[in-house]
């Protein structure tokens, strides 16, 4: 009989598999690494293994992979002009990715109409890209008539849409198809303490079919806490009767866990936020903030405002679901109404390609 060959111990951050773990015949249990490995080149006197071989490894090989192909993030922005934005986008991303830092200065006068501003950013941090695309719209609900004033926004994310189907069924087509398509579109609503406009009601009524609409109160520094909870109490009820949904939509909860966790974020929502890019000393440290007579709003204060809580949503838990979400429920329906649609594009025929068997 050959000797075994010799099994290389498990690195030290691989977690020690549990004593009640299953075993299946080859030694494979829930992450535990291999046994014995039949078949491999025995030379002679039995051979050394490389390194450690276990299913938790497929975890690295994706992150390795990753991490060179790098991340794609679109977002969009909404509102009429002086609700803060662009300062919001800046705070939540703690760089400089608004229109304002891209040529645009204070001497633009607000456009005649809605107007569709792309603006992409490279962000890197701990070795991690992230190419960051913010896309503006001035001009949005700033008119005496704003009458279908949504019609180029949502006539820009078709387009996306459009660009991506058709990158999708060429032949030839790229390894990476860039993905321009947007992930989230941030609503901002004004903090009048009252009710939603009816241009903010049509507004997500017409758009949330297509994008993931995250509604959020613009400078809620402006009312008082009872203010702000009862404003937001209003929102809510007024996008359940008109029945408008946002994200994270009910029926994309995949288990009882993200449930119970996409429930707090919608309990809390929209999310009442103050934006700022300047820093004030409070207690001997220096925090991001907007100075009032009565002291400092703090910006990544949870008691001061819900800023923490929509970054934290936003890119700690569900950046990847967002993307996921617009492949898989939005993109996906606008592409089978596409291609069913009698004006669509035509279905690659056999004619105009090579028989697989030739």
């Known amino acids: 009989l050959k000797p075994k060959p010799a099994v290389p111990a498990k690195p030290p951050h691989v977690a020690a598999p549990s004593p009640t773990a299953p075993h299946g015949p080859s030694g494979l249990g829930g992450g535990v690494g291999v046994d014995r490995v039949p078949g491999l080149g025995h030379s002679g006197g039995g051979s050394t293994l490389l390194g450690y071989i276990g ?11 990753t991490m060179k192909a790098g991340f794609d993030f679109n977002i969009m922005i909404v509102g009429h002009s002086g609700l803060g934005k662009s300062t919001l986008v800046n705070t939540l991303f703690k760089s400089q990715v608004s229109r304002w830092s891209s040529g645009w200065g204070s001497e633009h006068k607000i ?36 009458e279908n004033c949504w019609d180029p926004i949502s006539k820009y994310i078709n387009e996306q849409y459009e660009k991506f189907l058709k990158e999708e069924v060429n032949i030839a087509r790229k390894k990476r198809i860039p993905d321009t398509r947007v992930h989230c579109c ?7 303490g009252h009710s939603l406009r009816q241009l903010d009601i049509e507004f997500m009524k017409h758009l949330s079919r ?27 009820k007024e996008l359940e009767t ?3 949904e946002y994200y994270p939509q009910n029926e994309f909860d995949d288990d009882m866990e993200d449930k119970n966790e996409n429930d707090k974020i ?14 004030f000393q409070v207690n001997g440290k220096r925090v991001l903030g907007r100075k009032t007579a009565w002291g400092v709003v703090e910006v990544e204060n949870p008691n001061h405002c819900e800023f923490a809580l929509l970054r ?9 679901d967002l993307k996921e979400v617009t492949h898989n429920i939005h993109y996906e329906t606008y592409r089978a109404r596409r291609l069913n649609d009698n004006g669509g594009l035509h279905p690659i025929s056999a004619n105009n390609t090579q028989e697989s068997n030739l």
């Open 312 to 320: 934290d949503f936003l890119i700690r838990s569900h950046l990847q």
């Open 210 to 236: 297509v994008v993931n609409i995250i509604p959020v109160i613009a400078k809620s520094d402006t009312m008082t806490p009872d203010e702000k909870n009862e404003f937001k109490h209003r929102v809510r």
């Open 242 to 244: 008109h029945g408008i």
């Open 186 to 192: 941030l609503y901002f609503i004004s903090p009048t």
């Open 266 to 279: 919608r309990e809390a929502m929209p999310f009442a936020v103050v934006g700022s890019d300047k820093e």
């Open 111 to 146: 456009p005649k109409t809605v107007e569709i501003k792309a603006v992409s950013h490279v962000i890197e941090e701990g070795g991690v890209k992230m190419k960051l695309t913010v896309i503006d719209t001035p001009g949005f609900g700033d008119q005496i008539n704003n």
């Open 55 to 65: 299913i938790d490894t497929i975890i690295e090989q994706m992150r390795k992979k």
